[in-house]
C-alpha cells in the first residue's frame, strides 16, 4: 500500500512503452510483409501483456527448409508441388496429382 502510486506511475509508463512496441512491430509486418523473423521477443510480449492477442504477427510459424528446384534449381518451399520462380510442377510431390490446370 506505502507504493501504491508509485507503482500505478510505473505500469502507466510499461503499458506506454508496450504501446509504441506494438506500433512498431505493426509497421514492420506492414513493411515487410508480415515476416515473422522481424518482430522481437519484447514486441511480443508487449502484446501479450497489453492483451492484444488478435495481432497476426503474434501467432506461431513454422520455418522449414527450402529445397531446390527440379526444373531451374531456385529455392522452393517443399510443401508445394510447382516452383514460384519458374512455375513448373513437380510431378512426383503427391499434391501434384490433384491439381487442375484451366486452358
Not at 27 to 38: D, F, I, K, Q, R
Not at 61 to 70: A, D, I, T
Request: aromatic letters at 10%; glycine letters at 4%.
Amino acid at each position: 500500500m506505502k507504493y501504491k502510486t508509485e507503482l500505478e506511475k510505473t505500469k502507466t509508463k510499461q503499458d506506454s512503452w508496450y504501446k509504441i512496441l506494438v506500433k512498431l512491430a505493426d509497421s514492420y509486418g506492414l513493411g515487410l510483409m508480415e515476416n515473422p523473423l522481424v518482430i522481437c521477443d519484447e514486441m511480443r510480449l508487449a502484446a501479450r501483456s497489453l492483451n492484444l492477442n488478435d495481432k497476426s504477427w503474434l501467432k506461431d510459424f513454422v520455418l522449414y527448409e527450402k529445397v531446390p528446384c527440379k526444373a531451374c534449381g531456385a529455392l522452393k518451399n517443399p510443401d508445394y508441388p510447382f516452383c514460384q520462380m519458374c512455375k513448373a510442377v513437380d510431378l512426383s510431390h503427391p499434391a501434384a496429382a490433384g491439381l487442375k490446370f484451366s486452358a
